[in-house]
Nanobody, 125 residues
Framework: QVQLVESGGGLVQAGGSLRLSCAAS????????MGWFRQAPGKERDFVAS????????YYADSVKGRFTISRDYAKNTVYLQMNSLKPEDTAVYYC??????????????????WGQGTQVTVSS
């Protein structure tokens, strides 16, 4: 049974930083792609970033490019999302997801097989 557990969310002022973690368990993720999505109140869930676990190729939404960095730690089976220069419009629940494919460009929700429970990020102005 695959489990994804996010942590690291919280309240931060605009311009600040947070690092989200996604601890993955239940199988070997070498052939997977991991992604981060976010959902603001009243809005659809949107793609943020993805990474192929095996080779570490990354892909970002335009809205976060240059500010957010996705990475993975093999030894800890954990994926991270480093978020810098945060803006109020980054406020959302952030979700970690896993897809049984090595394709690093994975922007569509329906292509992911497993999801975490989400962690709240609030950026104050």
């Amino acid at each position: 049974q695959v489990q994804l557990v996010e942590s690291g969310g919280g309240l931060v002022q605009a311009g600040g930083s947070l690092r989200l973690s996604c601890a993955a368990s239940g199988r070997t993720f070498g052939s997977y792609t991991m992604g981060w999505f976010r959902q603001a109140p009243g809005k659809e869930r949107d793609f943020v970033a993805s990474i192929s676990w095996s080779v570490g190729i990354t892909y970002y939404a335009d809205s976060v490019k240059g500010r957010f960095t996705i990475s993975r730690d093999y030894a800890k089976n954990t994926v991270y999302l480093q978020m810098n220069s945060l803006k109020p419009e980054d406020t959302a629940v952030y979700y970690c997801a896993a897809a049984m494919t090595g394709d690093p460009i994975m922007t569509m929700i329906r292509r992911y097989d497993y999801w975490g429970q989400g962690t709240q990020v609030t950026v104050s102005s």
